[in-house]
Each structure stands twice: as structure tokens, then as C-alpha cells.
């Protein structure tokens, strides 16, 4: 599909609005994002996709109380993955991976219960307390010995309004292997 002079202009400022709207309660839902962003008419390739999320992610707000909405959110799922971001470490070259991931499971499992969520935890990195408030948090921090969270693109999956694991999203070559790790971690979602 080739979009040509006003209709381009309409296009790029629907999307944005489509966007600020997602994102405006920072919560990445598989079923919204991609069943209201995603038609056919609106991006041509998965790679398009993908870049308008990550230019999503530039717009969610770090404040305190916005990065305990997020945590709410993904609580409140049934099934949650959350991508903790700030602004001072190398989080931001994961954004690609992350959206991705995103993108991928919901293709593989497009009838699945997954919630995606993106929180920018830059005003809270000093201590973090609103991952540590998750249940399950410390005991995965006991377990390891160290923080779950050292600013490397971290994921947090969540079921049933407990953490299961937090890994880096580094730990992962590529979308592929998040997806399948995702799969083995919580069987049964589509």
C-alpha cells in the first residue's frame, strides 16, 4: 500500500494519536496493540510495527506514580511481562528486542491471555520499590543473592499476581527465544 501527500499526514498523526493514547496508561496489550494498531492498512511489514512501539516507548512517562499503574496492571493480568527501562542505563537498545517479542508471541498465539507492559522505572531506580512490592519480588532477591533489577533491560513475567522470574533481556539472541522461554515458563496460554 502506497500513501501519498494529506493521506500520509492523516496516517502519521491517526497512529501518533493511537499511540499517545496506548500509552497514556503505559500498558502494552497484546490483544489492543495489535488488533486496533496493527491492520493491514496501517503497516505494511512487521518491521513497521515494531518501530511504531518503540517509538511508543520514547512517550510513557517515568513518573512515580505512572510506574505504579504499570505494575498494577500487569498484577491485575492474568498472564504479564514487563520490560523495566531507565533512562540512565543501556535499556534503551532493547527496545527493538522487547517489541519484537511483543509482536512475535501475539502471532504465534493470537487467541493468547499475555499482557505486555513497559514500565520506565527511571523515578524509582534508586530503590526500585514498586518491583519489590510485587509478590515474590524478595524471594527471588534472596534466592540470587542480588537485585533482579541492574538496569540492562530487564524482564519481569508475572502470573496470577506473582513474579515467576526476572532475566535480561540480553540473556536472549533474539524474539524467537523469548517467545519460546516464555511458552515453557507459562504453558498453556492461546
Known sequence: MIIRGDRVIANVIRTRKLALRTFYSILLSCSALLSN???????????????????????????????????????NSKRA????????????????????FLVQYQKRNPNGRLHFHYADCTAVSSDYAPLR???????LVDEA??????????????????????QRISDFRNASRLVAFTMELMPGDG
Open 37 to 75: 494498531a496493527a491492520s493491514p492498512a496501517e503497516f505494511e511489514t512487521e518491521d513497521q510495527l515494531v518501530s511504531e512501539i518503540v517509538r511508543g516507548f520514547q512517550e510513557a512517562s517515568a513518573a512515580d506514580t505512572d510506574v505504579r499503574h504499570v505494575v498494577q496492571n500487569a498484577l
Open 81 to 100: 511481562v514487563v520490560f523495566v527501562h531507565v533512562d540512565w542505563g543501556m535499556t534503551h537498545i532493547w527496545h527493538t528486542r522487547f517489541a519484537e
Open 145 to 166: 543473592g542480588t537485585a533482579m533489577i541492574h538496569a540492562n533491560g530487564e524482564i519481569a513475567w508475572i502470573e496470577n499476581g506473582r513474579v515467576l522470574h526476572v
Open 133 to 139: 512490592e510485587i509478590p515474590g519480588w524478595m524471594k
